[in-house]
């Protein structure tokens, strides 16, 4: 009985032959499951892998840059502030920390490291967590993914589309490349830093080929955990984290023992340069010519290989622009200097008063409606009184002030009260030549007031368009020694009747004085001479864009422009009559480099080139001895320059627009609204509350003598003149004119 029970549990040569044949059949189905899931994975079941066209031209959020003309990178159009660099743009400290923290056997590998992956296996199964993914492995999730899967099981067949990508890339780009990409597209966590060279400028206000060993080995550290890392919210951890890298540095060989204890020791210094689009130079710039550009692409069709359109948000473009940095950082300091001390005495004027009495308080009814939160409570279906309460009811706030951001408790309407006597502020300049726009400042403060004043806002233009006027009478024969009358007159009869307002300094007057001490009756008289119909054209061709009607008014500028077109306008007179469309793009560029859009101005010869000069002669009387006289006491400017004054009614708007023989550059400064300005003509004047703006300007572009600017005498017209110019030479010839002048006034 024994025996036939041992012979019944004994395994027979048949068992161990049928369990070998189940055991390799489970083995090699094993494996054929294996494959056919690979397959599976590689064939996209489980979800789309990336084509050979998407490998060669992988899809990533890059910020488009907008470069000064002196190389300066002014700011960037994003969604994610990611900014690509090329490989001998990397520090080799950053590569050496990368590998040797990240993927020691980089250089052995391709695109998947087996003895890694397996050994990892073996550590995660006794409980120690470890990553495996290679360089080129996370490079693939950043790439063509959309994160990391939380889902185990989708983790798992994200896994394997990873290992088959990094394989398919590891066959289609060099190491370097490799190497690159992944700098490119990291994640650097707050801030919206993508990439190394946004991390770069971030958090040490630099480019990634001057990182040092500390630097290099905090960022690449920072990507196992940017938030934990960060060395703004958690700096122990990052020095810790940093010092680990640089272990794994010594431990590679890149570093001695003496180097890695060295910068150990050395303490986290970060110099923080958070990007936001209203932060750096020229954001009112940047913001019109977004809009510019936008509008070009869809005028001119342009679009990518596929027929999509370009994204300045997403596609990496580089925008060559005319700015200058140097000059647009001058214009801003001068700004900020003039309207700091100009807002002092504006509301010193406003202290203990009511500027919203009577009528003006429309101008508060207006704002109100104007303002998000008004069209915010509408939506939600408030009523008025409701939202009158909402707007006299206290909540905290920040305020802009010229001292700094302030926080405080105010209501809205008291936000509003606050924010219309804040005095606005605009500045433009250009070289005549060439139309480059050097130097844009369309507003004061572009977080708080994002409205740009230079080419988007039109203001009352008052006496700078008197040249224009007399840029006519130029023309048709006229000598700027010429006398006029300069008394009261009545232009016209009945309705259509015009009585110019003016004080007048003596009478007869020559054109010269009069355009230099900008009166009003003698440039009145003068379009009664030459015609409203000959002004406004010559207006318009000298490229204002707005409305200029025909009406004898338009002498003293009753119209509305914008800084821009008046500025271009003036740089005609320099420009020996050549009107040149004030240009600010040079060329956009896509990611690669290729030139896609280029701007070519607009050129047209509207003066003669000896009327031109005159002009020229006339506005430097204006500040030899005129209405800008103080840009020589005050400011103590020498060069030959010229300029011309503007002030509206009730000191509403001033101007200034100043010329030399290689910069044009104007400014405007007002309130928002025209009705809230300064009481008296000493304090809003053009003269005084515009131009001290360009002469803070002039004073350091010509202290730069790296702009090289020439500080010499503007250059004759070819062929000479024919005119006399000096009035104290054409008096002898005086007698004949004055005959003619009886004449026209029927003396």
Sequence with gaps: MKQKKKNKHALTQEDVNRYTRNFWKIIIGAILLGFLFIFSVGIGVFGKLPTFRDLENPKSNLASE??????????????????????????????????????????KHSGIDYKRTFTIIFYNLIGKRQGASTITQQLALNLFSEGRARNTGKRIIQKFQEWITAVRLERNYTKEEIITMYFNTVDFGAYNTFGIKSAARTYFNTTPDKLNVPQAALLVGMLKGPGIYSPVRYPQNAIRRRNVVIDNMRKQGFLTREEADKYKKEP???????????????????????????????????????????????????????????????????????????????????????????????????????????????????????????????????????????????????????????LRNAFMSMEPHTGYVRAWVGGI??????????????????????????????????????????????????????????????????????????QNYATAYMINEVGATAVAKLTKSMGITSDVQEYPSIALGSYEASLYDMVGAYSAFVNHGVWIEPIYILRVEDKNGTPIYEKAPKVSKVLNSETAYIMVDMLKSVVDGGSGNRLRWR?????????????????????????????????????????????????????????PVFGLYMQKVYADTSLSYSQGDFPLPEGGLTRELDCSQYQQFYGEEEEKLDERLGF
């Excluded at 006027?469 to 006398?483: E, R």
């Excluded at 004054?645 to 100043?658: H, K, Q, R, S």
Aim: one cysteine or more.
């Design 268 to 422: 986290l210094i970060t110099d923080l340069r958070i990007s936001e689009y209203g932060e750096g130079l020229a954001p009112y710039f940047r913001a019109v010519m977004k809009r510019d550009i936008q509008r070009a692409f869809n005028e001119l069709s342009i679009t990518k290989a596929d027929g999509t359109p370009y994204d300045l948000d997403r596609d990496g473009l580089k925008i060559y622009t005319t700015i200058h940095s140097k000059m647009q950082q001058y214009a801003e300091d001068a700004q900020r200097e003039w309207m700091k001390t100009i807002q002092a005495s504006f509301d010193k004027q406003w202290k203990n008063r009511d500027p919203f009495r009577g009528d003006k308080a429309k101008l508060l009814e207006t704002g109100m409606k104007r303002s998000d939160r008004y069209r915010m409570l509408k939506q939600a279906g408030k009523s008025d009184a409701e939202i009158k309460k909402d707007f006299e009811t206290p909540v905290p706030m920040t305020i802009f002030t010229w001292e700094g951001d302030r926080d405080t408790t105010m209501t809205p309407m008291d936000s509003i009260r606050y924010n219309k006597l804040i």
């Design 635 to 691: 400011y103590n400017l020498k060069p030959p320059m010229g300029g011309k004054t503007g002030t509206t009614n009730d000191n509403a708007d001033a101007w200034f627009i100043g010329i030399t023989p290689e910069l044009v550059s104007g400014v405007w400064t007002g309130a928002e609204d025209r009705g809230i300005s300064f009481f008296s003509m000493a304090e809003g004047q053009g003269a005084q509350a515009a131009l």
């Design 66 to 107: 907008i470069i000064s003309d002196d190389g300066v990178v002014l700011g960037t159009y994003y969604v994610q502030n990611r900014s690509n660099v090329r490989y001998d743009q990397l520090s080799p400290h950053l590569v050496q920390a990368l590998i040797a923290t990240e993927d020691k056997r980089f250089y």
């Design 445 to 518: 403060n572009f977080e708080h007031y994002k409205y740009d004043q230079v080419k988007m806002g039109t203001r009352q233009v008052g006496s700078t368009a008197k040249p224009f006027t007399y840029a006519v009478a130029i023309d048709n024969g006229y000598s700027p020694c010429f006398q006029v009358p300069n008394v009261p007159l009545t232009i016209g009869s009945g309705p259509y009747a015009w009585s110019p307002r003016g004080e007048s300094v003596g009478s007869p007057i020559t054109l010269r004085r009069a355009l230099a001490h900008s």
